[in-house]
């Protein structure tokens, strides 16, 4: 790592430059593997909060950021992927030290997929339809899309980087300019994002960027400079920013909890579907909105489903994450550990099987869980239908296809899911009746290119492909003259 990257910091990034906060209160960045503080940041106030949506507005109308042309701003966009790529190990490291996530997964994925999430919104950007006319026998219109203005993005701890490349960068293709609040317990990733928009030319004011707690966050998305609101994290976090931008009318996407179901067909091939449940189920320590964590499997399969399902947990190394042997590092946080303990506790007390796992490994130090398969669960038992956050699975039988897609559609979420079965045509049936914004079909990805957001209490909106433009616009119709029609288009 360089530059400090694990270091203190002592100041904010706001207006395109490194400022003194204007209180003296400090956030804590603590080892999820020594239970040890490590670094700290400055905790932003609503001073702060003011400063950075101040700038955020002078860039977007005084600069003016929102009048540069879609080259440029693509080209900025372009020169943060190179560097995001040049400093792909160093973030890395930080996101591993930060949350605990084993630096294999944030290797391969953690910093992965922000270059990839980005890359695919460059490319919706350049077929989206910014200016375009429409005719009719009544008239013409010049239809425009124009910046919604200044955004607020709120990024939880799970996949930092990933989710602030998920907000920042729809923001910027489409003109608008951002104050971003990143999560206590991890905001040090985002400190690099900063001084790599530094370094890419970011204009002054365009990001701005400021860690605080919970009641400055509020503060932030309630600010009445603020047009738009884009947040990642729990369903209730969400409502409650929902209520807030509902008394202003501001606009709000809200990606939002999941507890989502792999649907295993009688004819799916078991070692592939256990195969992907590796990272499809049990990835950055099952801390991921998307994971599937019911696993709805036919009864008489259910037994041969959880021993290799079990078989694979084994195969798994829980340990350090600094390690790159290691498949399953800490929770996040001590109150993290502790949510988990309490549904594995809830769901032995309410008639689960547990068929592996369950307690704490043999590891002196760090917030560990052990992956947990429960089995013969009840599809309205807590773990089948509150969102756990940790590598704990409810294996749910079912007697038939109708049941099986009933027991998946018993859920107030709706973000992803999952369908295993070597017909693919079936499988695709399958996945039209599931009630959710996603499904993967085999392990399929959807990839970064098509629309991604839930149903139910999984949130409002879609992220990724020019759906994910969409929000961070404002639609304007021109009536025009017949005659300058075709020189608009």
Not at 99 to 111: D, K, L, N, Y
Not at 126 to 143: C, D, I, K, N
Request: overall charge negative.
């Amino acid at each position: 790592m360089t530059d400090g990257a694990l270091s203190s910091h002592d100041r904010l990034y706001i207006g395109g430059e490194w400022v003194v906060p204007a209180g003296d209160d400090r956030i804590p960045v603590i080892s999820p593997v020594s239970e040890e503080v490590i670094a700290s940041v400055p905790a932003g106030t609503r001073a702060d909060i003011d400063r950075a949506v101040t700038a955020a507005h002078e860039a977007l109308v005084a600069n003016p950021w929102a009048s540069t042309t879609l080259e440029d701003r693509i080209a900025l966009v372009e020169r943060l992927r190179d560097l995001l790529v040049k400093h792909s190990e160093e973030l890395a490291q930080v996101i591993t030290e930060e949350m605990g996530c084993p630096i294999s997964q944030s290797r391969a994925i953690q910093v992965v997929n922000p270059v990839r999430i980005l890359e695919g919104y460059v490319e919706a950007a350049t077929r989206y339809p910014f200016r375009s006319v429409r005719r009719s026998e009544h008239g013409q219109a010049l239809v425009l899309r124009e910046p919604v203005g200044v955004v607020a993005a709120v990024v939880p701890w799970n996949v930092p980087l990933s989710l602030t490349i998920q907000k920042l960068v729809p923001a910027l293709l489409t003109g608008c300019t951002i104050v971003l609040k990143p999560s206590p317990e991890t905001p040090l990733d985002a400190y690099v994002v900063a001084r790599l928009l530094d370094e890419a030319g970011c204009p002054p004011g365009v990001v701005n960027i400021v860690p605080a707690d919970r009641d400055v966050s509020e503060y932030l998305i309630g600010h009445p400079g603020v047009a738009k609101v884009t947040f990642t994290g729990s369903s209730a976090a969400g409502r409650r920013i929902a209520e807030v931008c509902g008394k202003d009318l501001r606009r709000v996407t809200l990606e939002l909890g999941g507890k989502s179901a792999a649907v295993v067909l009688p004819d799916a091939d078991l070692d592939l579907t256990v195969e992907a449940l590796r990272l499809g189920s049990f990835r950055n320590n099952g801390q991921i909105c998307t994971l599937k964590t019911r696993l709805v499997v036919p009864a008489e399969l259910q037994d041969e489903f959880v021993d290799r399902l079990g078989d694979l947990l084994d195969s798994m190394v829980v340990g350090d994450p600094r390690d790159a042997a290691t498949h399953i590092g800490p929770l996040v946080s001590e109150r993290q550990r502790t949510r988990v303990e309490g549904y594995i506790a809830t769901g032995l007390a309410e008639g689960g099987r547990l068929a592996h796992g369950g307690g704490r490994p043999d590891i002196d130090r760090g917030w560990f869980v052990e992956p947990t398969v429960f089995a013969d669960v009840d599809p309205n038992a807590t773990i089948a239908q509150q969102e756990i956050f940790g590598p704990v699975v409810a294996v749910i039988p079912y007697a038939n296809e109708d049941e099986a897609i009933t027991i998946a559609n018993n859920s107030t979420y709706g973000l992803n899911g999952a369908v295993f079965t070597t017909d693919v045509e079936r499988g695709v049936e399958v996945a039209r009746r599931l009630e959710t914004g996603t499904v993967e079909l085999n392990g399929n990805s959807a990839g970064f290119q098509a629309p991604m957001g839930g149903v139910k209490y999984s949130g409002l909106g879609r992220e990724f492909g020019p759906e994910g433009l969409d929000p961070f616009v404002e639609l304007k119709s021109i009536g025009i003259p017949p005659a300058i029609a075709d020189a608009l288009a």
